[in-house]
């Protein structure tokens, strides 16, 4: 299988954080779940993948090229969506599409009006108007529409209710099907036992491990879940005060 | 770019900032610190800024395919295209207060500035001030407004200070006058023309090197 996005040694310094050495790849068709506590990193890792924040060392290779070098041929292959960046929320949402479509040379109107039906999507109201699961919803549609080959997504399933969930799992499996790379961070772990093909964990900026899922698994014999994955690896006794 | 303008006119821009091109006319108001209207037009192209800032419009437009760099330049080019249709509404009711209202009473008393090519000189000093601290100062972080809006307010109140002062020491009467020393005011004018274009590109130059080093 051909790698799709490759991250190689990424490092980012704050005062109090740091992403060290992360890498992974994700490979065509392929879901990959990348999963850590909150503060590890995951969107950290995300937003120098787009060059949002700029990475102290490493690389970003999608499709082969690095963002810097083809940004806009890249960036037109590649959706993104987030639960927390939420754009021009008193525009209505047909407002934003007829100015986002603009932008993206594959946009496919009918796949766009495919997504807003099966997600209820109503185009007149206001994006402050939607539940927090619906903006998600929309976020998804936005990228979605335009026929990208990878999807970034993070935590798309945060604020969705379990039928949603379910409904956007069939989805990224769909896509999967089809060709499509995705990555995406959450930490409802469950949604990832449901169709992941990787996971990569990251623990306090640095990844411990990223493989296939079933191999992942292997390595926690013990464990019955990711969830139980995830609290055997991260969960410290809790300290109280005694009188 | 020319996605990008559109979406800087049609889908970012508050109408306010449009109205406030309108304060142009304040060119005709006899009595009056007449360049304090540039003044208000960069005020309204400050809310536009600010309406953007909230609507989170830079990370809209950089997660989209274009460059860091075309945003910024867009957002100059709508700037600059604001400043020019108050500067030619500025020029159109200057060539009328120097033709049509020489003779009139209001203006032959009027004791500051005069709508002249030194007055358009200067409406485009304001607007040099305004892309050098405000604009450039503001892609320095892609967030923080406030601060370089005062220091730019400062700056062009102490602009307009000097302006309103420089015409009435002895030998500089000439700048506030619409008959007598039309070349020295021409000459004023391309100055203000030439350093304004300059400063524009420097200013756009600056700003694309700043976004590419901050984290959005």
Not at chain 1, 10 to 33: A, R
Not at chain 1, 91 to 97: C, H, Q, Y
Not at chain 2, 59 to 80: E, G, I
């Amino acid at each position: 299988m051909t790698a799709i996005l490759e991250v190689r040694n990424l490092c980012k310094k704050y005062p109090s954080f740091q992403l060290n050495h992360v890498s992974f790849s994700v490979e065509q068709g392929s879901i990959m779940g990348l999963i850590g506590r909150n503060g590890a990193g995951k969107t950290t890792t995300m937003k120098s993948m787009l060059d949002l924040v700029h990475p102290d060392e490493g690389d970003v290779l999608f499709f082969g090229e690095s963002m810097k070098e083809k940004d806009n041929s890249v960036r037109q292959k590649i959706g993104y969506a987030s639960g927390a960046n939420q754009f021009y929320l008193r525009k209505k949402i047909r407002e934003i599409t007829n100015m986002t479509k603009t932008f993206y040379d594959n946009w496919d109107d009918a796949e766009y009006q495919k997504y807003i039906k099966m997600f209820g999507l109503n185009e007149n109201k206001k994006l402050m108007e939607l539940s927090e699961g619906m903006k998600v919803k929309f976020s998804l549609t936005t990228a979605l529409s335009h026929h990208a080959q990878l999807l970034i997504l993070d935590e798309p399933t945060s604020g969705l209710d379990p039928v949603s969930r379910e409904e956007l799992l069939e989805i990224f499996q769909y896509l999967a099907k089809q060709g499509t790379a995705i990555l995406f961070s959450t930490h409802i772990t469950s949604d990832l036992e449901k169709c992941a093909d990787a996971i990569t964990y990251i623990q306090n900026g640095t990844v411990i491990s990223s493989k296939p899922y079933t191999e992942f698994l292997k390595d926690y014999p013990e464990q019955n879940s990711l969830e139980d994955i995830m609290v055997h690896l991260e969960r410290k006794p809790m300290q109280f005060d005694q009188e | 770019m020319k996605k990008l303008l559109r979406k800087e006119f049609f889908f970012t821009a508050l109408p306010l900032t449009y109205c406030f091109i309108l304060f142009a006319f304040m060119t005709m108001i006899p009595r009056y610190p007449i360049l304090v209207g540039a003044f208000f037009v960069c005020m309204g192209i400050f809310q536009t800024f600010l309406s953007a800032r909230e609507q989170n419009d830079i990370l809209y437009t950089v997660l989209m395919p274009v460059s860091k760099a075309d945003a910024v330049k867009a957002r100059y080019l709508f700037v600059n295209c604001i400043q020019m249709m108050f500067f030619v509404i500025c020029v159109i009711l200057t060539m009328i207060r120097m033709t049509l209202f020489t003779q009139s009473q209001v203006y032959l008393s009027n004791p500051l500035m005069n709508a002249n090519p030194v007055y358009l000189g200067y409406v485009l000093l304001v607007f040099v001030l305004f892309n050098w601290i405000f604009v450039n100062g503001f892609w320095k972080t892609a967030y923080n407004a406030g601060r370089p809006f005062v220091l730019f307010s400062i700056a062009t109140f102490v602009l307009i200070g000097i302006a309103e002062t420089l015409h009435h020491i002895p030998g500089l009467e000439w700048m506030n006058t619409w008959n007598q020393c039309l070349s020295f005011q021409y000459l004023f004018l391309a100055g203000a023309i030439v350093i304004y274009i300059l400063a524009d590109y420097l200013c756009i130059r600056r700003s694309c090197s700043s976004i590419e080093k901050i984290d959005l």
